[in-house]
């Protein structure tokens, strides 16, 4: 599927409970932002994504058009999880919010996400190889 711009990549986000990966190339074209993934574009985009409630998990974007990005609807149960699990200040109570999460029937989760992190490592050497052929 491709993404034909922001407002497509929302609707992809919210039908998926709040979270979609897509490839960095998807990204850029659906935010309209050409051939460079220079610094000032991918602040673009990130700006461009919080306008819609958009998030994305990275710090910065990535400047590879080969690597992934995990997208989020802001305010989601995802983002709520997400972020509290970024944040470790004393401030509200982060680490109910990740053991609520964490005590619903999670077996069949925890088994994906494993399966999703061995997948990953194999894209990140894929992505490595096809970075040193550009």
Do not use: F, W
Not at 42 to 58: D, F
Not at 118 to 130: F, K
Request: contains cysteine; charged residues 30%; negative net charge.
């Amino acid at each position: 599927m491709s993404i034909q711009n922001l407002q497509e990549l929302k609707t992809l986000v919210v039908d998926n409970q709040g979270i979609v990966t897509i490839p960095m190339k998807e990204l850029k074209d659906a935010a309209k932002q050409g051939e460079s993934l220079k610094s000032g574009v991918r602040e673009k985009i990130t700006n461009e994504l919080r306008k819609i409630g958009l998030e994305h998990t990275e710090k910065e974007l990535p400047n590879s058009q080969y690597a992934h990005v995990r997208i989020y609807q802001s305010g989601s149960n995802v983002a709520k999880i997400l972020e509290a699990a970024k944040l470790t200040d004393a401030q509200g109570d982060y680490d109910e919010i990740l053991r609520r999460a964490a005590s619903s029937d999670q077996t069949a989760l925890l088994s994906e996400v494993k399966d999703l992190r061995e997948e990953a490592a194999i894209l990140d050497r894929i992505r490595d190889v096809l970075q040193c052929q550009e």
